[in-house]
């Protein structure tokens, strides 16, 4: 990527004199996009550290601030420096720190005045030409920013308004001057995946997760439907043999028992569901789910497949951390409330495709100190989505 990497620079007015591989995002048919930390000279001598993203995926021609390039094998690579990201047009506003505390700080409650200084940014994901999302942190307080593609804020505000009339913990939104940019205050609770680790969560009953699903709006019947994670278990697959090639086959013959076991067995009639439904998107205070977040997906589609969602995250969970010592013990009193709502195969053999759909992740925990640390965690999370798939295969029999 040097020469890439150094056109790219030199329509900036500047050279490269160290560069960095940070992360690869592969969307298996969509493309490949790499974020590399860059260390580059200007022609009056100025540093600067830059991050520039390089991309496969097809992106038309004349999509401003990008430069365009014959890569290997012809392949046509797109670069943008960050934050211009040529599908995310409300990038750059949210990582101005100054913009963003003046349209989220604002202490209208009283003086009408900022609190002293800007707000501190980070960024908590960013996968190129989707989304991104940001935390902004000033005088102790907290907001969210999240960034997608043009149209799709509007259509994710509706989702949280038709939540919060249905009284589901979606965090209220802070109206903001910035192209598809959603901005939310911090819903209440801590964080599940805290509750897993220290006592595997045992003061939130899993009827609880089942009656919050349950009461989800009617409205959102109304909603596009977007296919489960075990139902794109194929297109997972292959980013799983990217990340572990020498797995291939074993990949592959599970992607198609998974595929089998979602045909054949019952899932139930769709009914109004989250889409993305696990200990990531849930906060809990004294044994209730305080906050549920990340609603993109909702709209019509089965019960079991979101406690599929929950079960194949919770299970990998132990893979991630040794301190989750706690979750097996969970895991099986969340299967035992889950097998009487729903098909207990067809829970097991979708939770399979979700843990599948986990694998190719293990690689972004890599770090400088032991980068195969991430290739142990890849086969513990292959590893538990057979046994899930195994577990199906023997009660649909």
């Known amino acids: 990527m040097a020469e890439p990497l150094r056109l790219a620079l030199a329509t900036l007015g500047r050279r490269p004199t160290h560069w960095s591989l940070e992360q690869v995002h592969h969307r298996p048919g969509a493309g490949a996009t790499g974020i590399y930390q860059v260390q580059a000279e200007a022609e009056n001598g100025e540093l600067t550290t830059d991050f520039l993203c390089v991309s496969t995926a097809p992106l038309p021609a004349d999509i401003p601030a990008t430069v365009q390039l014959s890569g290997p094998d012809d392949t046509t690579l797109t670069v943008w420096l960050h934050p211009n990201d040529p599908l995310l047009p409300g990038l750059p506003w949210a990582c101005d720190a100054q913009k963003v505390g003046e349209a989220l700080f604002l202490d209208s409650q009283s003086t009408g005045s900022l609190p002293e200084g800007v707000p501190v940014l980070a960024t908590v994901s960013y996968r190129p030409l989707r989304r991104a999302v940001l935390i902004a942190d000033l005088a102790g307080q907290r907001r969210y920013l999240k960034v997608l593609r043009a149209g799709q804020a509007a259509q994710l505000a509706a989702r949280h308004q038709m939540l919060r009339a249905a009284a589901i ?229």
């Open 169 to 397: 913990p979606a965090p209220s939104l802070i109206d903001v001057p910035a192209p598809d940019v959603l901005a939310m205050h911090p819903a209440a609770g801590t964080p599940l995946a805290e509750q897993l680790m220290r006592d595997g969560a045992e003061s939130l009953s899993p009827r609880t997760l089942v009656e919050l699903l349950r009461r989800l709006p009617a409205e959102a019947m109304q909603l596009p439907e977007r296919p489960a994670w075990s139902a794109r278990v194929r297109d997972y697959a292959k980013g799983a043999t990217a990340v572990l090639p020498g797995e291939a086959t074993r990949i592959s013959e599970l992607a198609e028992r998974v595929h089998s076991l979602v045909a054949s067995s019952p899932a139930g009639p769709k009914v109004p569901s989250h889409g993305d439904f696990y200990e990531g998107n849930l906060l809990v205070s004294g044994g209730n789910v305080s906050g549920l977040l990340d609603v993109d997906a909702l709209g019509p589609g089965y019960l079991v497949d979101d406690l599929a969602c929950f079960i194949g995250h919770l299970a990998v969970l132990p893979a991630l951390d040794s301190r989750y010592q706690h979750v097996p013990a969970a895991l099986n009193r969340f299967l035992a409330v889950f097998d009487g709502e729903v098909n207990p195969a067809a829970l097991r053999g979708r939770a399979a495709g979700v843990a599948l759909t986990l694998v190719a992740g293990a690689k972004h925990r890599a770090t400088t100190a032991d980068p195969t640390s991430w290739r142990a965690d890849a086969l513990k999370r292959l590893s538990i989505a057979e046994t899930l798939a195994n577990e199906a295969l023997t009660l649909e029999s």
